[in-house]
């Protein structure tokens, strides 16, 4: 009865911690990659949240089979080199869409995320997506775009109140001063400022009235028309 290498069990036992961390891996096969290329890929894809190292299928097969991630063995044929992700999965699907372009030996085969197996089209529709971090930006513009707006409007507000009511005023022929007579007649009682006038007219009637008796001049009385019995010419004696 043949034992298992130890090596073989470590690497078993690595594969099952990842998978106890992060249920997002992407599959690759690195066939004609020198080590340095390999290097300088796992360096990116770290920079991003992703762990990446080359690995025996058949290891792999016994580590996720019953896990999250179970759906990786349809694509581990070949050298394999796998990406556990524990950031975004958008961005490290686009490093390596980017690094496969200038290194065409490097070829992605699939993924899985939350158990949801990947094909390769999923894989570059999500390289086509804005990062993470461009996505939160984004999002939190949209919410600040209404509240900017907002703000704009409060303030444009008692301004253009200001405007309309400059403008009704300057329609009117300007602004009206206050009149304090007007003021005072308003605020009289309509009885009292109806009798003042009516009691003003008859003292000054009555104040004409005596200065006329004054200055006109007594009357002379009335000449005496009686006029005199004539006696009769034949009564008075002859001379």
């Keep these: 009865m043949s034992k298992v290498r130890p090596d073989k069990i470590a690497t078993v036992k690595e594969v099952q911690s990842r998978v106890d961390t992060t ?12 080590v340095a ?19 025996k299928n058949t290891l792999v ?4 089979t019953g ?37 065409p030996s490097l070829i992605v085969k699939g993924g899985v995320v939350n158990g949801k197996s990947l094909s390769l089209k999923d894989l570059s529709a999500l390289a086509d997506l804005p990062s993470r971090d ?23 507000v008692p301004q253009n109140f200001a405007y309309g009511l400059s403008a009704l005023i300057d329609s009117k022929g300007g602004p009206v001063t206050p009149v304090v007579d007007e003021v005072e007649a308003a605020e009289t009682p309509a ?32 000449a005496d028309t009686t006029e005199a019995p004539v006696e009769d010419a034949a009564s008075e004696p002859a001379e």
């Design 23 to 34: 249920s997002t891996a992407v599959v690759t096969e690195y066939r004609g990659l020198t």
């Design 37 to 55: 290329q390999i290097s300088s890929l796992r360096r990116q894809l770290r920079s991003i949240g992703a762990d990446y190292k080359v690995f």
């Design 61 to 64: 097969r016994r580590a996720i």
């Design 67 to 103: 896990t999250s991630v179970e759906s990786l063995g349809e694509f581990l044929t070949g050298p394999t080199a796998i990406a556990f992700v524990d950031g975004d999965v958008s961005a490290v699907a686009k490093t390596l869409r980017d690094f496969a372009k200038e290194a």
């Design 134 to 156: 461009v996505m939160l930006a984004q999002f939190a513009g949209l919410l600040a775009s209404p509240l900017r707006t907002m703000a704009g409007l409060l303030k444009a």
């Design 191 to 222: 009885g009292v400022e109806e009798a003042a006038p009516a009691a003003s007219d008859d003292a000054a009637a009555a104040v004409a009235e005596v200065a006329v008796e004054e200055e006109a001049p007594a009357a002379e009385p009335a």
